[in-house]
Every structure is written in C-alpha cells, then in structure tokens.
C-alpha cells in the first residue's frame, strides 16, 4: 500500500450534493492532486442481457454494481498504478467501449450513492464522508437533472423516486450514515462545513 495516497469516499441519496462537495474539494486542493472516482461508471457490464432484462434493472440496488472490478481498481490506484476506468450509458443501460485513463494523485475520491455500503471498499479509506440532504429537496434536484440530462417527464421521475429510489434510501442508503466519520447536512450549500472538511483532506494530503 502507497502511503503517500489518501483515500476519501463521499456517500449520500441521490441529488443530495455529493458532486458540488467534490468539486469543492478538488477546488481547495493543489491542481492534479484530487483523482475522483464515480461509483456511476462501475454499473455492471449487461452485454449478455435482452433490452428487457436491461430495463428492468434497479440501478439503486447494491446488486447493480461491480464491486469486484471497483475494489480492484481503488486497489491499483492506492499501490500507484493507473487504471482504465470504464464508462456507463444510462441510454443504453451498459457499458461503452470507451474507457478513462485514471492516473494514481495524492487524493483519491470514490463517489457515489453507496459508497459506504461494501466494507471491503470502506476499509480501504482513510475518510469516510455522508452528505446528508432534506428528502424533500433530493426530490427537486432529481426532478431538475432528470428532465434536463435524462429525457425523463416530471411524472416519471415522481413515480421513480416514489417506488424505486425512495425505498432503496431507506433500505441501503441511509444506514450507511453510521460509517461515516463526516457528515455534511444541506450537502454543497453548507459553505462552512465543506470548508473545514477541505482544511482536514488538505493536511491529510500533506502528510
């Protein structure tokens, strides 16, 4: 293990701020020394799937993701080794054949919904960060991305978080609150809270 590589992980429900957070943080720290990893693009590979069977899957199920491959290549990163991280379609519920060129920094942030859910993963960090978020305002957020960035109606994007996102919270989301060692209430608008915390990664960094 590099011991010169601070691993941090950022959890919290979906449109709860964790991105402003970590845009935050890579802004208050010396450029090119923040690499981030998103949970996002380790979806499982569906190649083998019918577009059926791709539809029907819940993307807010820790099931949905490739642990495997994710703790590997945190792993990589943390003995100084770059990676090829891959990408994920959210229009074609799959992999692209593209990938990113992920080269090991100082600071590596693993992002995402359930950061904090796998203890392999959570065991590799040396911070671990909830961003908590009035549900409420979630809701709106998501409303907002989806239609914009997804295609989605209003109507679809209630139902959704009504019978999938909402449960799968309160199921596998929430509870992982009790791992942190941080966490952050009103996500990215908490100015003084996001600045502390970017005050404790950048002496965790010098080290």
């Not at 992980?9 to 690499?35: E, N, Q, R």
């Not at 090991?104 to 040396?126: F, S």
Request: proline share 5%; charged share 30%.
């Amino acid at each position: 293990m590099n011991k010169d590589i601070t691993i941090i992980g950022i959890a919290g429900g979906t449109g709860s701020g964790k991105t402003t957070v970590v845009k935050k943080i890579v802004a208050a720290l010396p450029k090119d020394s923040v690499a981030v990893v998103p949970l996002d693009s380790y979806y499982n590979d569906t190649t083998g799937m019918t577009d059926e069977e791709r539809k029907a899957i819940n993307f807010d199920h820790p099931d949905a993701f490739d642990w495997k491959l994710l703790i590997k290549q945190i792993n990589e990163l943390r003995e100084g080794k770059a990676i090829e991280q891959p990408t994920y379609s959210y229009i074609i519920s799959n992999r692209l054949p593209e990938t990113i060129h992920v080269e090991p920094k100082p600071v590596i942030i693993v992002e995402g919904i359930m950061t904090l859910l796998n203890r392999r993963l959570r065991e590799m960090m040396d911070l671990k960060i909830f961003v908590d978020c009035d549900s409420d305002e979630r809701l709106i957020r998501n409303i907002q991305r989806d239609t914009i960035d997804r295609g989605r109606t209003v109507s679809m994007v209630m139902e959704r978080y009504m019978q999938v996102l909402k449960p799968m919270h309160e199921q596998f989301i929430e509870p992982t609150k009790r791992f942190a060692d941080l966490i952050i209430p009103e996500g990215g608008h908490n100015a003084k809270g996001v600045a502390i915390l970017c005050k404790y990664i950048e002496g965790l960094a010098e080290k």
